[in-house]
């Protein structure tokens, strides 16, 4: 058998000879999808649905269903498995909320470092850390000094009891206050809610007792609570002959859309320095920009503020500008946009790489059909090793008649493979961040229930059936096909998914998504050759440049045959055999610089069929007579 290999690697062939490394901790899922906030075509592995809303949002009811329905996918798999690579997908029309409002689209990590981490966006202090309407809910505000941090108002002040306007003598309130500043007025702490003009500002709040032309009114910035004391000058700073570098920053949720609550602080950064060179006492940088770009989750630094003049410089004999006064942007400009298929299809090919996406199964959620076969040809098809799960469209499981041919006209659109599962049916789940119900796509279940099998058993039993697919979650299915049904779906090979009473919501169907008779043609064997060929090969790369003598093949024997045997012993397969010998490493091949072995399994069947035969007998025969 000639390899045709062109630089040095392992080429592994199968083939079907019937007629008609085993697992170790959690079963590692992979899916994209649309959701409100992460970033975008780039892996990230969550453990949890709590992850899962942190890093990607939680749905909102007035989002795009699509958000909702794959958000929802994915926390399904991840009520099997704590582990799930997730996409965002989204298009180039998405944009990234900024401090002047005008968006900018940064897809990821990679796009920021390779064209926003310069400062290339003028007039952009500060970039939501990813696109979406979501971060138009975002605020930043920076204390710069302590003079920024609290400072004494010139004039004097009155307020009549019971008011909220205060009128100031001798003053200039519309530059010596901003909105939301802190007056300490009358002994009352109040929150300005305007600036009329230099001689009026309102309260947010009405002054109860009032007070009468109060000199040395103090004014503090708006988060001054958030801190212990205000910003001055590093150590670092001063022992280098730098002053002033210091500054807070908070990142506060305006508008509640984030959390729930309207000026919810979601991050802040004490003494952080101006100083592109300055060290914590600890060694670690502690230069603004670097510190909130590597530990943010919701703004990225996007360019020096316009008072800042010589903010980002070393702080050996440096005096920082002096900015007296608090520096905040309501950050405004974010876009969602919406994914075209195209946009899926270059999100999903993510996981086309086995290094960088160690998943063993994928799942599509809601996809039409041009995505589902583009994910099986270019991911599973081509990395061989995980298998695709995807579902109908919900419309095929809402015909009220006629559902099964519905699902089969949807699988006439995707190309066959082994390497694909097909379920029929859609569940309805509660969507508990909007108290409502969604319908959602069992294909994440599907992949669940093989997630739970190999946590339990191994990636070779059968997923389906009352012990190993029960779907969890499920307040009722789309539809619930019948005998006749089943009986039309799984000649599709296609799995149905049922409720019976009393036993739960089950997969009642272990094939893939195949119609051609052979072993390959049940989840449990193509997983089963999915890891016996992955954990051989991982064996074989041992052997890569060793000498191609008797001695390197008795050691790949030695090394592949136990392990068979232990797959064996888990009831994984009934026999093998390993060939690896002169026979099929003729001089030819050796002198090619080739390597042969040929791995022979037999694999375990899963019962699909079960017939029981009970005879009534006279009352006088003896059991053992009868044949």
């Known amino acids: 058998m000639t390899i045709n290999l062109i630089s040095p690697g392992i080429k592994v062939t199968e083939s079907d000879q019937v007629a008609s490394v085993q697992a170790t901790g959690a079963t590692i899922g992979g899916t994209a999808g649309q959701f409100r906030w992460g970033p975008i075509e780039q892996l990230t592995l969550v453990t949890s649905e709590t992850e899962l809303a942190t890093y990607f949002g939680a749905p909102v009811q007035r989002s795009t269903p699509a958000i909702s329905v794959d958000f929802l996918s994915a926390a399904s798999y991840l009520a099997y498995s704590p582990a799930l690579y997730v996409v965002r997908t989204s298009t180039s029309t998405a944009n990234n909320a900024t401090a002047n409002g005008t968006g900018v689209f940064v897809k990821n990590d990679a796009a920021y470092e390779q064209n926003f981490a310069s400062g290339s966006e003028s007039a952009k202090s500060w970039i939501a850390k990813h696109a979406g309407s979501l971060g138009n809910s975002l605020k930043v505000s920076t204390c710069p000094s302590s003079a920024a941090w609290q400072s004494t108002l010139t004039g004097t002040f009155t307020v009549a009891a019971g008011s909220t306007t205060v009128v100031g003598t001798g003053s200039t309130a519309n530059t010596q206050l901003q909105v939301g500043d802190i007056v300490v007025l009358g002994g009352r702490s109040i929150k300005v809610a305007s600036t009329t003009n230099a001689t009026h500002f309102t309260l947010a709040s009405r002054h109860i007792t009032g007070v009468t032309s109060a000199t040395s009114v103090v004014r503090r910035w708006e988060y001054y609570d958030q801190f212990t004391n205000a910003p001055g000058t590093s150590a670092y700073a001063a022992a280098r002959n730098g002053s002033g570098d210091e500054m807070h920053v908070i990142v506060v949720d305006e508008d509640g859309t984030i959390t729930g609550t309207k000026d919810t602080v979601l991050e802040k950064y004490s003494k952080i320095s101006k100083g592109s060179d300055a060290k914590t006492s600890q060694g670690a940088t502690n230069f603004y920009q670097d510190v909130i770009n590597s530990t943010s989750n919701w703004i990225r630094w996007g360019f020096t503020d316009a008072a800042g003049t010589n903010w980002g410089t070393t702080v050996v004999d440096k005096t920082f500008t002096a900015v007296t006064a608090p520096i905040k942007y309501s950050l405004a400009g974010g876009v969602d946009g919406t994914p075209t298929d195209a946009d899926k299809i270059t999100a999903f090919s993510k996981f086309a790489n086995k290094a960088s996406a160690p998943v063993s199964v994928v799942f599509t959620g809601s996809a039409s059909a041009a995505v589902i076969d583009t994910v099986i040809a270019d991911v599973a098809e081509f990395r061989k090793d995980c298998v695709v ?238 044949g």
């Open 389 to 626: 799960c995807f579902s109908p469209l919900l419309a095929n499981v809402q015909t009220l008649d006629g559902e099964a041919a519905a699902i089969q006209g949807f699988a006439d659109t995707v190309t066959r493979s082994t390497y694909a599962v097909m379920d029929g049916n859609w569940k309805y789940a509660y969507d508990k961040y909007n108290d409502v119900y969604v319908y959602v796509p069992c294909s994440a279940d599907v992949a669940g229930t093989m997630a739970r099998v190999d946590s339990v058993k191994a990636p070779w039993f059968s997923p389906a059936g009352y012990q190993n697919g029960r779907i969890l979650n499920a307040v009722k299915l789309a539809w619930n096909p019948d005998q006749t049904d089943r009986d039309e779906l799984y000649r599709y090979g296609i799995n149905p998914i049922i409720t019976e009473p009393g036993r739960g919501t089950i997969l009642f169907g272990d094939k893939t998504f195949t119609i051609n008779p052979g072993s390959f043609s049940r989840i449990n064997v193509r997983r089963l050759f999915n890891v016996i060929e992955k954990e051989i090969s991982a064996l074989a790369e041992n052997l890569l440049f060793e000498e191609n003598n008797d001695a390197t093949r008795a050691s790949f024997l030695n090394s592949v045959e136990p392990y068979l045997r232990s797959v064996q012993g888990g009831r994984g397969i009934t026999d093998f055999k390993v060939v690896c010998d002169n026979t099929n490493n003729s001089e030819d091949s050796i002198n090619a610089n080739e390597f042969t072995a040929d791995i022979y399994i037999r694999p375990v069947s899963s019962i699909n069929f079960i017939q029981l035969n009970f005879v009534s007998v006279r009352g006088s025969s003896a059991f053992t007579a009868l």
